[in-house]
């Protein structure tokens, strides 16, 4: 499957969900989304989710996760995931524009309406629309929602593209303070705080032994932390914590795999490069 394709089935799908004249409805976009792929071949549905990852992942910059932590007030790693996922469901034309330049979210009308009250503020965010594709396999295996991951496992390579994006395509990650420079009209449009009053998604917060300090200065551990979470391909939850050491500055970090959380440990600094809402929260501004 080519790209033009890929957009093609979304846009038609977007239209058979009536987002294009009408209000946006990520629920809608996606169950029209599965409809049609459900109408492909098996290797024609995985192609789809190959090419629907390499726009994700195109989508995996700074500045769209600083978009993210603007529009919805909230951030984290399945959250971002299915923000990047609403985007994909505005279609190819405001994708490619937030590719050449992610501010011109402030002037898509569902971030306006957003903006204005007239919309849900967690409007952008799809994880049905993430998973359009494995839910639209099932459909054409029995129900059986297995079958995708497995057929996804047999294969020898992915399908895609075939797109490799240049080594330094993300931007570094920067200053949070930055944000206004980067993002002018979004931040104008949707500054911090502007979601303060409302209640935020609930999000279990890790007891930290006081015992346990940095295990790479012995310092004391910010009392901030930053949870990450993501499911593993054996189906359970792999759960991260981020604190930062108040004396070496160094960010640590401790895991829970379902029977309890481990002890700190040195953080992989090039894996926290890609954790980009992790570094945003931690950093010292929108993550406050």
């Keep these: 499957m080519e790209i033009d394709e890929f957009w093609r089935i979304v846009d038609r799908a977007r239209d058979d969900a009536g987002v294009a ?9 996606a169950e029209a989304l599965v409809a049609r792929l459900m109408t ?3 290797d024609e549905i995985l192609d789809f989710d190959d090419l629907l990852g390499e726009v994700i992942a195109r989508l995996d910059t700074w500045e769209v996760a600083v978009a993210c932590q603007l529009i919805t007030g909230y951030i984290s790693d399945d959250a971002f995931s299915s923000f990047r996922a609403g985007l994909v469901g505005l279609g190819r034309r405001t994708v490619e524009q937030i590719f050449a330049d992610p501010d011109s979210l402030a002037g898509h009308p569902v971030v306006i309406d957003i903006a204005e009250g007239r919309c849900e503020r967690m409007a952008l965010y799809s994880e049905d629309l993430l998973f359009a594709a494995s839910s639209a396999f099932a459909g054409i295996s029995g129900g059986d ?25 993300k931007p570094g990650a920067g200053d949070a303070e930055r944000a206004p420079e980067r993002l002018p009209r979004l931040w104008a449009l949707l500054p911090p705080g502007r979601w303060a009053s409302e209640p935020r998604p ?5 007891q930290a032994d006081p015992h346990e300090g940095c295990p790479l200065c012995g310092g004391e551990l910010s009392a901030q932390s930053v949870g990450s979470s993501s499911r593993r391909d054996d189906g359970t939850i792999l759960t991260r914590e981020f604190r930062r050491c108040l004396d070496c500055s160094q960010v640590v970090e401790r ?21 980009v809402s992790v570094r945003i929260l931690l ?5 406050s």
Aim: charged share 30%.
């Design 145 to 169: 929602e297995d079958a995708f991951w497995e057929a996804l496992d047999a294969r020898p390579e992915s399908a895609g593209s075939g797109e490799v994006l240049p080594p330094d395509w």
């Design 40 to 42: 492909l071949s098996r």
């Design 21 to 29: 004249t009408g209000p946006f409805d990520d629920a809608a976009v």
């Design 255 to 275: 895991t829970k795999r379902g029977d309890g959380w481990d002890a700190w440990r040195e953080t992989d600094t090039v894996e926290l490069d890609h954790l």
């Design 202 to 206: 609930a999000k279990a917060v890790p």
């Design 283 to 287: 950093s010292a501004g929108l993550g």
